[in-house]
């Protein structure tokens, strides 16, 4: 007989494995498909939303200290923790952690793996030794994404110390502009031109699982915030982005973007 998490297990495997027969189908992800779907990782975007700083500093600390450690040591490696710019007043109780995942068995298995790791309840003290009054943190949203073909696996670029980041979140208000969306980074070569000019692709992928669907989430990367600026100059300023942009094949696709800029924590693997 059945139990309820194997019947959870098999039915989010089902979900994944149909959103991929859909993409492969040219049907709600990108047309524009590697041979081998197997290549593409999954990756998890987790923020998190605590009560004070005080509090964002020791959740960060428990991810960098206890979390990363512990996912290493079952495998799951190239972990990013980040907080908010200053300048970023709306995101300053937030945490965002992304993980990549080889297959939706890896994210399935992860929270059981973590809670059967005795070193993690161990070290994880700041977490589990909290009550309902005073939890680290007050809430957790998260999306699921599908790596785009074009870039199947989470990037990590030598960009130094002083490194920052922009996550963006790009929703289209139907599937079919979403799919066109996709193919503009990918076949349209609109991902191509982020490299041209220096705006390093950490992850591009389709959210299979979240809120505002539906939508592609993606990273980028640069050594400091005066590389940032002056590689977004070139990126609008490149001739085949002011072709791109004018393709009436692709208008009114992105028509909602939600976008912030993001500091790595010591620990940080991104």
Known sequence: MQTKRHFERRSFLTAAAAAAGLTAAGGFTSAALVADSTKRQFTSIQKYTVKDLEKRKQLVDFFGKCLIPALNAGGIKGIGIFIPMEKEEKYQLNVFVVIPHASPASFLSMRQQLLADSSFRKNGAALFDTNSKNPLFTDCTAALLWNFAYMPVIETHNLGKD????????????????????????????????????????????????????????????????????????????????????????????????????????????
């Open 163 to 270: 490194r920052v980041f922009q996550l963006r979140r790009y929703r289209s208000f139907n599937l079919e502009r979403h799919n066109a969306k996709m193919d503009m980074f990918e076949a349209g070569g609109e991902l191509r031109i982020f490299r041209e000019t220096g705006l390093n692709p950490i992850f591009f992928g389709d959210t299979l699982f979240g809120n505002k669907l539906p939508n592609l989430a993606y990273m980028i990367g640069c050594e400091n915030m005066e590389a940032h600026d002056a590689a977004w100059k070139k990126f609008i300023a490149h001739p085949d982005w002011i072709v791109l942009k004018g393709n009436a094949k692709y208008a009114d696709t992105a028509t909602e973007i939600d976008k912030v800029m993001l500091l790595p924590s010591a620990e940080s693997q991104i």
